[in-house]
């Protein structure tokens, strides 16, 4: 080792904590944890030495750029050699301590050992089943696929890979589809369990909340709580599992063997960020859309998704395309939209990423394009769903932990990521042209129930400033025009709407109160839901938002 090399690992030692001198000292007595595996920032120069990274090592989404690191999950001997390398390696204790710690048995326990939040593929699989049977107008527990388990024979018995329907079956469609998927890297527990209560939360509150209600009816919601449950269940024993059980490739370690679903997707496959050793964390594969998962969801997704998009890599979908693509994942705090294959961006980049600023409007993380604010990735879900069909596609990467502590779900994820998932199955009829415009919110009436012929005063708050900031600022426009319609969105075939006025006599600010009267003479007594829209002065019209009102 030459003696500047000898100077660089030096300086790595000193920036370690305790535990980190620790796990690259050789086992001595009356050392009492001794972890399999480290959870370390490493330092890299440049975006091609990040990407090559990302094809040797697990690397997370938790990358700072501004001071060169990222966090990833290490073994001792990937530890020493990047150390002997010349790197910068900080092992982060209580991360490390938490993916190392032991798992009680959780025979007879809800949720999973350790983190009572986090539902099992069972308890997950038992809840959506309880929705068909519970609400059966408006759930469908549907069969699309089956795990590598499954149809591999000799082995664990496997699952079916399942989508959970949420509309309206009363009210007949084409209706806007927004597809949301969980748990495609086992480890990741957040993931499903956001997806599963937010169904639930939709269908609890339907008939009651007015948002929830409009989204059933005229909108569908197709939900994968569980994208990889075969690895899932590993995972649910402590084990940092992130691929799917296939065990055909390679000689590995449980915890290594596997494909990893998110890098076989058959659009850009074999590309940089994903790579050709089977027991690698992004091995893609031994060939695209491989795993019976990902044909699965491909399959499925192309089943209710137009392909909206031209075959060429400049082509663009249209303005006015439909349905919406969101996979959730941790951890890192980002919004990211593709491209993940190279840094050029997409030919939809100046549309994705407004949508992008009105997610993070809600739960704060960086929207930004994945190869851009991360590395290289390539085979990934959303960039299929984007290539291929052209339809709006997102991951979040959510929370600072695969393992989550159920506290920081409960008070940040959970409050942060709904609000968002309630806009995007909002956005989803137009996600190119409605996060452009103002959001409709704060709807009161002055009276929430009437006798027929007693006019209501419908006030609203038209705000075109909802963006978030991480990643970039999104200009605002002045208001223009407001409107409301009774009993069906603006877009149903034969709705009038009516014009709503500024509060304060003047459409001048990007952020005002309007009001309108709402005339009952002519409504029939029940139950009535006020559809609020707003519009800017670039002709864009945002999300609507409603509110009840009972006619006696």
């Known amino acids: 080792m030459s003696s500047h090399a000898a100077g660089l690992v030096a300086i790595a ?126 759930a469908e527990w549907k069969d699309i696929g089956d795990t590598w388990d499954k149809v591999t024979a000799g082995g664990n018995p496997g699952d079916d890979l399942r989508v959970l329907i949420l509309t309206n079956k009363s009210l007949p469609g084409p209706k806007p589809r927004f597809f949301l998927m969980g748990g495609i890297h086992a480890r990741e527990y957040t993931t499903a369990e956001l997806a599963t209560r937010f169904a639930e939360q939709l269908v609890t509150r339907y008939g009651t909340e007015a948002d929830a209600t409009w989204l059933l009816d005229h909108h569908e919601l197709h939900v994968v709580v569980q994208a990889n449950p075969d690895g899932r ?16 490739q390679g000689s590995c370690s449980t915890t290594t063997y596997g494909v990893d ?14 790579s050709t050793s089977a027991c690698n964390e992004t091995y893609r594969g031994r060939a695209s859309a491989s795993e019976p998962e990902t044909l699965a969801l491909e399959n499925y997704i192309r089943s209710i998704f137009p392909d909206q998009r031209g075959p060429g890599s400049t082509d663009a979908a249209p303005a006015d395309a439909t349905g919406l693509l969101l996979s959730l994942h941790s951890y890192g705090g980002y919004v990211l939209y593709p491209w993940g294959a190279t840094t050029t961006p997409p030919p939809n980049a100046t549309q994705l990423r407004t949508l992008g600023r009105k997610f993070n409007y809600f739960n704060g ?62 956005a989803a009829r137009r996600p190119y042209q409605v996060a452009a415009g103002p959001d409709a919110i704060t709807l009161t009436v002055s009276a929430s129930t009437v006798s027929r012929g007693t006019d209501v005063t419908l006030f609203a708050r038209a705000d075109d400033t909802r963006y978030g900031t991480n990643g970039g600022t999104e200009a605002s426009q002045v208001i223009l025009g407001a409107r409301y319609s009774i009993d069906a969105p603006s877009w149903v075939s034969g709705t009038p709407t009516y014009a709503m006025n500024p509060v304060d006599g003047l459409f001048n600010s990007t952020a005002e109160s309007v009001q309108a009267t709402v005339f009952t003479s002519g409504l029939a007594p029940g139950r009535h839901t006020l559809f609020v829209e707003a519009r800017d002065s670039q002709g864009n019209w945002g999300v609507p938002s409603a509110i009840f009102l009972n006619v006696q």
């Open 261 to 274: 679903l998110n890098r076989n997707s058959s659009f850009d496959w074999g590309g940089a960020g994903a």
């Open 13 to 138: 030692a000193l920036t370690l904590s305790p535990l980190a001198v620790q796990a690259q000292s050789a086992p001595s007595k009356g050392v009492a944890f001794r972890p399999s595996i480290l959870v370390a920032k490493v330092s890299f120069s440049s975006r091609e030495d990040l990407n090559q990274l990302a094809e040797k090592l697990d690397l997370t989404a938790a990358v700072d750029n501004g001071n060169h690191t990222v966090e990833a999950l290490l073994s001792q001997a990937e530890f020493d050699a990047l150390v002997a390398s010349g790197r910068t390696v900080e092992v982060l204790e209580e991360q490390t301590r938490l993916m190392n710690a032991p798992r009680e048995d959780g025979m007879g326990r809800l949720g999973i050992s350790g983190y009572a939040c986090y539902r099992t593929v069972t308890e997950t699989y038992a809840a959506m089943a309880r929705l068909e049977t519970t609400y059966p107008n408006l």
């Open 233 to 248: 269940r590993i995972a649910e024993t402590g084990s940092s599992k992130r691929k799917n059980a296939n065990t055909s």
């Open 365 to 426: 993380y960086q929207a930004c394009q994945v190869a851009s604010c991360l590395y290289a990735a390539t085979g990934s879900t959303d960039a299929f769903s984007y290539g291929e069909l052209g339809v709006a596609s997102y991951t979040f990467e959510m929370g600072n932990a695969f393992f989550e502590s159920c506290s920081a779900f409960e008070n940040t994820i959970l409050p942060k990521n709904l609000p968002a998932l309630y806009y995007a199955f909002k």
